[in-house]
């Protein structure tokens, strides 16, 4: 089947609504490691990962053969049955968890894992009322939508009483207009008051990304969660890690991203990179918390004896591969190359991230920071010629997030960087004086 045909009943079967990159969508059909193919053969250098979903590589033989050999003995028996595959995977899973962190809820997403966690939130404090930040992004559910502060992505019709936003640490775009570390960390202070007045004073849980994945890979000054976590605390309040897009090495020498910012989450949630793309979802927590969740309740899908295997597999393959430490040093070398390009292209304001999370802020002006989401419209279409795929995302639309597989060399790196060159190369020549 060619591009075109695949594309057409895309479009013609599927919700008009369901977005795809690039003016006219780009199918792919097979992939391995760092490479996947279009319906034509055109090959494309992965420097998405599927969202930060493809962890270790497209289809990787170990995970591959381990996820067959669990489709040729259980596949599916819900949570009402023990499966050897959930049993061992959180087992594991406790043992690689930051401080007390030990019981398990398996769920299908990073949307269920987070509405798992709020709600065990909510039986353990007693409290309803939920704390997120402002360009966050929590998923597709109501709930998720409503604490999800991107207004395009906003498009549930149902608002969820008792969510507040707090101003996000966004150094690059400072809410108070200051600048770290004479700002005194500000916007982490603000919870207080944010608090004090838009809550009853007493709050279920601070929900929060490490590093804020969809807003634009924005990373914390060190010290933010070691200010605004006690005083959520302060109020009767839990700490939510949502590792959806941080965890499992992403962010370079640790697990989870959560773990270079010195403070220990009450619960913690996952998905995308867990299972290296099969679905899964994961929520964590104490025994205490754990136990204070009554009432009936299940997750069909959760648990899933292959999604299960995978996950499994997934973490033996970071663990024996080591690329806890590759994401560390290739993720360096990566910023180090879209640094260079930021010398060379006056339309880059800014290059952060962590790890293997590197984002490119592009903007009309250095000196105002106008967001151009324009320009990376152009950057898409340049790079998708390149045969190189990266994300976007930004309150504004206006910033590259890359982020390959975990097993990206420096080669690799090297590779992506001269392709958006050439993009950046065009796009510059093109643009009006």
């Not at 998720?144 to 707090?166: C, D, E, F, K, Y």
């Not at 009450?266 to 299972?275: E, L, Q, V, Y």
């Not at 648990?303 to 295997?309: L, Q």
Request: aromatic content about 8%.
């Amino acid at each position: 089947m060619k591009n075109a045909r695949l594309t057409k009943k895309y479009k013609d079967f599927l919700y008009p609504g369901v977005i795809t990159y690039y003016q006219e969508p780009l199918p792919l059909v097979s992939g391995q490691g760092l490479e996947v193919r279009d319906a034509e053969g055109k090959q494309y250098l992965d420097f998405f990962g599927g969202i930060l979903t493809v962890s270790v590589g497209h289809c990787h033989k170990k995970i591959t053969d381990r996820v067959i050999a669990q489709l040729k003995t259980l596949q599916h028996v819900s949570t009402l049955y023990p499966t050897q595959p959930a049993a061992d995977l959180a087992e594991r899973l406790a043992g690689i968890t930051p401080g007390d962190l030990k019981r398990s809820f398996f769920t299908n997403s990073g949307t269920e894992a987070d509405e798992t966690a709020v709600l065990t939130a909510q039986h353990a404090t007693g409290n309803t009322e939920i704390i997120a930040l402002r360009h966050s992004y929590s998923g597709r559910s109501a709930m998720a939508m409503n604490l999800t502060a991107h207004a395009a992505w906003r498009i549930s019709r149902t608002p969820v009483p008792g969510i507040r936003h707090a101003h996000a640490p966004y150094c690059y775009r400072c809410p108070f207009k200051l600048s770290y570390p004479s700002c005194d960390l500000a916007c982490a202070k603000d919870m207080e008051e944010l608090i004090q007045t838009e809550t009853c004073g007493k709050v279920a849980a601070f929900l929060a990304e490490p590093i804020l994945g969809v807003g634009g890979f924005v990373v914390p000054p060190k010290d933010y969660f070691k200010v605004a976590v006690p005083i959520v605390r302060k109020y009767g309040g839990l700490f939510i890690a949502d590792e959806v897009q941080t965890g499992w090495g992403r962010t370079g020498s640790k697990w989870f991203g959560i773990e270079h910012f010195g403070v220990v989450p009450d619960i913690m949630t996952s998905a995308k990179g867990m299972a290296n793309g099969f679905p899964i979802g994961w929520t964590v927590t104490t025994d205490k918390i754990a136990a204070s969740l009554q009432g009936l309740t299940i997750s069909t899908f959760g648990g899933n004896p292959v999604s299960c295997a995978a996950a499994h597999a997934t973490i033996d393959a970071i663990d024996e591969e080591g690329l806890l430490k590759n994401a560390e040093t290739v993720g360096a070398y990566l910023r180090d190359g879209l640094s260079a390009l930021q010398k060379d292209f006056p339309c880059i304001g800014e290059v952060r991230g962590m790890g293997m999370m590197a984002g490119v802020e592009v903007v009309a002006d250095r000196k105002t920071k106008a967001p151009d989401a324009k320009t990376v419209v152009q950057l898409f279409e340049e790079t998708k010629k390149e045969g190189l795929l990266i994300g976007k995302g930004g309150l504004y639309g206006n910033v590259l997030r890359i982020s390959p597989p975990m097993t990206a060399t420096r080669g690799d790196v090297d590779d992506a960087v001269q392709r958006l060159r050439k993009a950046f190369e065009r796009v510059h020549r093109t643009a009006p004086a």
